[in-house]
Structure formats: structure tokens, C-alpha cells
T-cell receptor
Framework: AQKVTQAQTEISVVEKEDVTLDCVYETRDTTYYLFWYKQPPSGELVFLIRRNSFDEQNEISGRYSWNFQKSTSSFNFTITASQVVDSAVYFCALSEAASGTYKYIFGTGTRLKVLA | GAVVSQHPSWVICKSGTSVKIECRSLDFQATTMFWYRQFPKQSLMLMATSNEGSKATYEQGVEKDKFLINHASLTLSTLTVTSAHPEDSSFYIC?????????????FGPGTRLTVL
């Protein structure tokens, strides 16, 4: 069965530190998609990235980078030089093609607190 | 593009009343819409999937008679919480999706915070 595990419930860092949020997934499907979303206190989900199972290339977008490793079923997210505005809950999600509807399975989220 | 709205953004109601939440895709036609529920400090849990013109598919453990979903058009889905009780207080988020290449891309609404007194 599909599952997403975010083992880190809460992380606190001091501003300008680098921080990595872990995401481990389980799926039997060969075609799937992985996502990261940010949920600030307002509650609205902010899309950060989508990766498909055939593209293991890592990606960098400004201070954000993602490391996708199929061998370990992980899709980790690193924020470089964190800022107070990065404080939020971050969710990793999995979507399988086999579901037909591509419904999302969310991890439990990691609450990131960046202290000034 | 790909904007999804929800109305209302928040609602407070008395126990026993019914509440309707609307989810609209503003600039695209959504083949499928999804409804999620999020309790405080918890993850988003999928409640149901709905396709335009057909009955919703509910996830295990979600009472279909309590959470009525109507997907009458390609741009509108509604969730009605019938006879709401305090334990139904939660943040309800919808998403709307359409086919993009080989994939159904989902776009999320801003959420509706329901408080049942």
C-alpha cells in the first residue's frame, strides 16, 4: 500500500542555518509523482515541487533543493540559509498513476520553526 | 492560471445544523475534485473524490450520508456537512484537477475553517 513518512515532527533552527526535511515513501506503482507543499499559518497550501518517478535528477530553486533517491525511496527537501519566513508546516505527498484519479497521499508534515 | 476558490473561508454554526462549502475552479474545467479534512496539527486526509456528473467515491471511514458531495458541473463541487457536531470542526480543503499530459494535476483551494459550537 502507498504511504508517506515524515519522521521529523518539528524542527527548530536559527536563521541562516541549513535544514533538511526528510520524506520516505512506499509504493508498488512504477509510475508515481512526489510533491512538497508548504502550509503557512494561513492554511493555504503552497506548491513547491513535483517530481515523477522517471526523473531522479535533483533540483535547485533558489534556496530550495530536492534530493530524489529511488534506491532509498526518499525525496528530501533542503532549505539553505533559512529565513524566518520559511517557518511553516511542510508536507510531502505521493500520487500514484495506478489509482486512476492520481489522488494524493500526504505525509504527517514537518513543522519548521526558524528563529531570528 | 489554475485558481481554485472556496466559499466560505470560515463558518461557525450551531450543533445540528448543516453547512455547505463550495469549491470552484475559476479558470479551468476540473474533471475531478477532491475533498480533504485537516484537524489541528495533523495532516490532510482525503475524504472523497468526485467526478462531474457522477457519485463521489468516499475513502474508508468517511460517512457518505454525513458528508454529501455534489459535483454538478466541471467548475463546481459542494460539500455539505449534515447535522454538524463539534467533532466535525476542522479545516476542509478542496482541490480541482485536470489532465496535463500524462498526469492529472491538482490545484488546491484556500480552505474553509468550520467551527461547530
Amino acid at each position: 500500500a502507498q504511504k508517506v513518512t515524515q519522521a521529523q515532527t518539528e524542527i527548530s533552527v536559527v536563521e541562516k542555518e541549513d535544514v533538511t526535511l526528510d520524506c520516505v515513501y512506499e509504493t508498488r506503482d512504477t509510475t508515481y509523482y512526489l510533491f512538497w507543499y508548504k502550509q503557512p499559518p494561513s492554511g493555504e497550501l503552497v506548491f513547491l515541487i513535483r517530481r515523477n518517478s522517471f526523473d531522479e535528477q535533483n533540483e535547485i530553486s533558489g534556496r530550495y533543493s530536492w534530493n530524489f533517491q529511488k534506491s532509498t525511496s526518499s525525496f528530501n527537501f533542503t532549505i539553505t540559509a533559512s529565513q524566518v519566513v520559511d517557518s511553516a508546516v511542510y508536507f510531502c505527498a505521493l500520487s500514484e498513476a495506478a489509482s486512476g484519479t492520481y489522488k494524493y497521499i500526504f505525509g504527517t508534515g514537518t513543522r519548521l520553526k526558524v528563529l531570528a | 492560471g489554475a485558481v481554485v476558490s472556496q466559499h466560505p473561508s470560515w463558518v461557525i454554526c450551531k450543533s445540528g445544523t448543516s453547512v455547505k462549502i463550495e469549491c470552484r475552479s475559476l479558470d479551468f474545467q476540473a474533471t475531478t475534485m477532491f475533498w480533504y479534512r485537516q484537524f489541528p496539527k495533523q495532516s490532510l486526509m482525503l475524504m472523497a473524490t468526485s467526478n462531474e456528473g457522477s457519485k463521489a467515491t468516499y475513502e474508508q471511514g468517511v460517512e457518505k450520508d454525513k458528508f454529501l458531495i455534489n459535483h454538478a458541473s466541471l467548475t463546481l463541487s459542494t460539500l455539505t456537512v449534515t447535522s454538524a457536531h463539534p467533532e466535525d470542526s476542522s479545516f476542509y480543503i478542496c482541490s480541482a484537477s485536470f489532465r496535463r499530459g500524462s498526469y492529472n494535476e491538482q490545484f488546491f483551494g484556500p480552505g474553509t475553517r468550520l467551527t461547530v459550537l
